[in-house]
């Protein structure tokens, strides 16, 4: 029976040490535990959604640089495209220019070549004309020393002239 | 742990083996063994510590002994001034009687010593008290915070949260956070009090009427405080029944406002004493066929110490249990007594107690 009996000590004391450790416990622990484990809830939730943000993010990041990748590369094939069209045009205006410049040289150069034949033709002619001048001038010389021969060639040159 | 706790029991056995080695001298000096009288010694409080008796030699710590008397005020000493070698005599106009101390005179006297109990009690609450400010502080440093908790902060952690989604969230719901630090308080004052209640050689706290009766009656003011009008209205005026059947009903509804914490008081208590006597009553089999035969005893040791090691497994198991369902009742009653307030939209729905 004496089972059942609260003693008084005990419930004096225990009542006590419960409110006792109920307020050393509130301030000193389970406000600490408490915020500590909702701070961390709350650091898990707001990191997985900014990782799914990011996640998002990424995704759009990566398309958005395959379509810069594929506009690069259309802007790239244009290019060369471009490049060498300008390239083949310029080839061929380059030849075309060579042309009519080798033309023009060869013309001026037969002109040339013509005027100096020309003139080497007529210096030519003119000292041909000068050494028969002076060949016949010597001949003429030589052979009109004597009177014999003088008359000979005049008879032959009158001759001649009578012909013509 | 089986060792250790048969050196608990070992001045039980001092009888039988002085026994078997003076059987003529002690046979009409020597008392009969009597279990019953040892296993309610043992889960009761005492004023002196026991551990265990050799012979002649008492293992005993003796307690302080605080006593307030009208005629005579505080009187402080200790236990063991009632002991003068093996008589129990009279000190400052006190007796000892059995575990009660008594004024010679018969004037009324209040004994508030700090018994076997009340020691045991107040050193595992030092342990509560340094090991959960020791995880707060962890806490506050941000370990468990920023980073993965730590040490006894995992053993902590699961059994906190399960408090707060099992007990405190569903039965509280939005009020839950203010009731929260009371609740984490009386699971770890039970738990921690049954646990070392089952080491060997440790006092029965928890299995104690008056332990159980201080967490009920706190209970009890916490639940009346918490009650709101229409909590009463529907105690003293059941809606929607008959009025013969009202006028049955009322007095059952107000009864039952004092017998949820009654119910809370002689759960705990019960179970934490039947798992005591339980473990003794195991034990002391040992030595009740010891008695008859030595070696029936010692035959039946093997046994008695594989069921004993059973129930204190589910001793172990019941403590948590206990605390839990004290805790989650505690909840249960608090939300009852507010619930169907303004918050609540029809207000007649009434929460499933276990």
């Given at each position: 029976?004496?089972?059942?009996?609260?003693?008084?000590?005990?419930?004096f004391?225990?009542?006590?040490?419960?409110?006792?450790?109920?307020?050393?416990?509130?301030?000193?622990?389970?406000?600490a535990?408490?915020?500590?484990?909702?701070?961390?809830?709350?650091?898990?939730?707001?990191?997985?959604?900014?990782?799914?943000?990011?996640?998002?993010?990424?995704?759009?990041?990566?398309?958005?640089?395959?379509?810069?990748?594929?506009?690069?590369?259309e802007?790239?094939?244009?290019?060369?495209?471009?490049?060498?069209?300008?390239?083949?045009?310029?080839?061929?205006?380059?030849?075309?220019?060579?042309?009519?410049?080798?033309?023009?040289?060869?013309?001026?150069?037969?002109?040339?070549?013509?005027?100096?034949?020309?003139?080497?033709?007529t210096?030519?002619?003119?000292?041909?004309?000068?050494?028969v001048?002076?060949?016949?001038?010597?001949?003429?010389?030589?052979?009109?020393?004597?009177?014999?021969?003088?008359e000979?060639?005049i008879?032959?040159?009158a001759?001649?002239?009578?012909?013509? | 742990?089986?060792?250790?706790?048969?050196?608990?029991?070992?001045?039980?056995?001092?009888?039988?083996?002085?026994?078997?080695?003076?059987?003529?001298?002690?046979?009409?000096?020597?008392?009969?063994?009597?279990?019953?009288?040892?296993?309610?010694?043992?889960?009761?409080?005492?004023?002196?510590?026991?551990?265990?008796?050799?012979?002649d030699?008492?293992?005993?710590?003796?307690?302080?002994?605080?006593?307030?008397?009208?005629?005579?005020?505080?009187?402080?000493?200790?236990?063991?001034?009632?002991?003068?070698g093996?008589?129990?005599?009279?000190?400052?106009?006190?007796?000892?009687?059995?575990?009660?101390?008594?004024?010679?005179?018969?004037?009324?006297?209040?004994?508030i010593?700090?018994?076997?109990?009340?020691?045991?009690?107040m050193?595992?609450?030092?342990?509560?008290?340094?090991?959960?400010?020791?995880?707060a502080?962890?806490?506050?440093?941000?370990q468990?915070?920023?980073?993965?908790?730590?040490?006894?902060?995992?053993?902590?952690e699961?059994?906190?949260?399960?408090?707060?989604?099992?007990?405190?969230?569903?039965?509280?719901?939005?009020?839950?956070?203010?009731?929260?630090?009371y609740?984490?308080?009386?699971?770890?004052?039970?738990?921690?009090?049954?646990?070392?209640?089952l080491?060997?050689?440790?006092?029965?706290?928890?299995?104690?009427?008056?332990?159980?009766?201080?967490?009920?009656?706190?209970?009890?003011?916490?639940i009346?405080?918490?009650?709101?009008?229409?909590?009463?209205?529907?105690?003293?005026?059941?809606?929607?029944?008959?009025?013969?059947?009202?006028?049955?009903?009322?007095p059952?509804?107000?009864?039952?406002?004092?017998?949820?914490?009654?119910?809370?008081?002689?759960?705990?208590?019960?179970?934490?004493?039947?798992?005591?006597?339980?473990i003794?009553?195991?034990?002391?089999?040992?030595?009740?066929?010891?008695?008859?035969?030595?070696?029936?005893?010692?035959?039946?040791?093997?046994?008695?110490i594989?069921?004993?090691?059973?129930?204190?497994?589910?001793?172990i198991?019941?403590?948590?249990i206990?605390?839990?369902?004290?805790t989650?009742?505690?909840?249960?009653?608090?939300?009852?007594?507010?619930?169907?307030?303004?918050?609540?939209?029809?207000?007649?729905?009434?929460?499933?107690?276990l």
């Amino acid at each position: 029976m004496e089972l059942l009996l609260p003693g008084i000590g005990i419930l004096f004391w225990t009542l006590i040490a419960f409110g006792l450790v109920y307020f050393i416990l509130k301030k000193f622990a389970w406000n600490a535990i408490i915020k500590g484990l909702d701070d961390r809830e709350t650091n898990i939730a707001n990191s997985i959604a900014t990782a799914e943000k990011v996640k998002l993010e990424m995704a759009q990041l990566k398309s958005d640089n395959e379509a810069l990748l594929v506009a690069a590369r259309e802007e790239r094939a244009i290019m060369l495209k471009e490049a060498k069209e300008t390239k083949d045009k310029m080839i061929a205006q380059a030849k075309d220019e060579a042309k009519e410049q080798a033309a023009k040289i060869v013309a001026d150069a037969q002109i040339t070549i013509h005027q100096q034949k020309m003139a080497a033709l007529t210096d030519l002619k003119n000292q041909v004309g000068n050494l028969v001048l002076e060949i016949s001038e010597k001949v003429l010389r030589k052979e009109l020393s004597d009177r014999k021969e003088q008359e000979n060639y005049i008879h032959q040159l009158a001759n001649e002239v009578k012909l013509n | 742990m089986v060792a250790a706790f048969s050196l608990f029991c070992l001045h039980i056995t001092s009888p039988v083996f002085a026994q078997e080695h003076e059987p003529v001298a002690h046979e009409s000096a020597e008392a009969k063994l009597d279990p019953a009288k040892i296993i309610l010694e043992h889960i009761q409080d005492a004023h002196e510590w026991h551990f265990f008796t050799l012979g002649d030699f008492h293992a005993s710590i003796p307690l302080p002994v605080i006593l307030y008397s009208p005629t005579k005020g505080f009187s402080v000493f200790l236990s063991s001034k009632f002991h003068k070698g093996h008589e129990i005599v009279p000190y400052k106009g006190y007796e000892m009687t059995g575990n009660k101390i008594v004024a010679s005179d018969g004037t009324a006297v209040y004994d508030i010593s700090i018994t076997k109990n009340v020691l045991q009690m107040m050193l595992a609450l030092i342990i509560l008290v340094l090991l959960m400010t020791g995880i707060a502080k962890k806490y506050k440093d941000g370990q468990g915070v920023t980073s993965a908790p730590k040490g006894w902060q995992n053993a902590m952690e699961p059994v906190i949260t399960f408090i707060r989604d099992e007990a405190a969230k569903p039965n509280l719901g939005p009020k839950w956070k203010k009731y929260f630090p009371y609740l984490l308080t009386v699971f770890f004052f039970i738990l921690i009090n049954c646990l070392v209640g089952l080491l060997p050689g440790s006092a029965n706290v928890t299995g104690n009427v008056a332990f159980t009766i201080v967490l009920g009656v706190i209970a009890f003011f916490i639940i009346l405080f918490s009650t709101n009008s229409h909590f009463w209205g529907h105690i003293f005026w059941p809606p929607g029944v008959p009025l013969f059947v009202k006028i049955i009903l009322i007095p059952i509804e107000f009864a039952s406002f004092f017998i949820k914490p009654a119910a809370l008081i002689i759960r705990l208590f019960a179970n934490m004493i039947a798992g005591h006597i339980i473990i003794l009553s195991f034990v002391s089999l040992i030595f009740i066929f010891g008695e008859m035969n030595l070696i029936a005893g010692w035959g039946f040791s093997p046994l008695s110490i594989a069921f004993t090691v059973f129930i204190y497994f589910i001793e172990i198991l019941v403590a948590f249990i206990q605390a839990f369902i004290f805790t989650n009742l505690a909840a249960v009653f608090i939300g009852q007594a507010f619930e169907g307030g303004h918050d609540d939209i029809d207000g007649h729905a009434d929460p499933v107690i276990l």
